[in-house]
Nanobody, 124 residues
Framework: QVQLVESGGGLVQAGGSLRLSCVAS????????MGWFRQAPGKEREFVAA????????YYADSVKGQFTISRDNAKNTGYLQMDSLKPEDTAVYHC?????????????????WGQGTQVTVSS
């Protein structure tokens, strides 16, 4: 079992930056592929970014490529999502996710553990 707790969300003006954190407890964090998803009001949850266990591989949704950066620190059991040049359309609840499967499975939404989410609001 893995418990995931996100933090770092908030209200920011367009063009600003935020860094989300996801602290994991329980099962060894380094055994899990990690990802971030988001859900805007009235929309389905969508994939944002994923990172392999060793940080060797990352994958991004086209909508955030070049704007967001995913990373992790296995020694701290923590994953991160650096979000730059934020736009109002990035407003959503952001969820951390972990999977015992490989990167492709996470991208496809096959997730074993979810965090409760953190709200990101970008004002114009």
């Amino acid at each position: 079992q893995v418990q995931l707790v996100e933090s770092g969300g908030g209200l920011v003006q367009a063009g600003g930056s935020l860094r989300l954190s996801c602290v994991a407890s329980g099962r060894t964090f380094s055994d899990a592929t990690m990802g971030w998803f988001r859900q805007a009001p009235g929309k389905e949850r969508e994939f944002v970014a994923a990172i392999s266990r060793s940080s060797k591989s990352t994958y991004y949704a086209d909508s955030v490529k070049g704007q967001f950066t995913i990373s992790r620190d296995n020694a701290k059991n923590t994953g991160y999502l650096q979000m730059d040049s934020l736009k109002p359309e990035d407003t959503a609840v952001y969820h951390c996710a972990a999977s015992t499967r490989e990167l492709g499975a996470v991208v496809a939404g096959t997730i074993d553990y979810w965090g409760q989410g953190t709200q990101v609001t970008v004002s114009s």
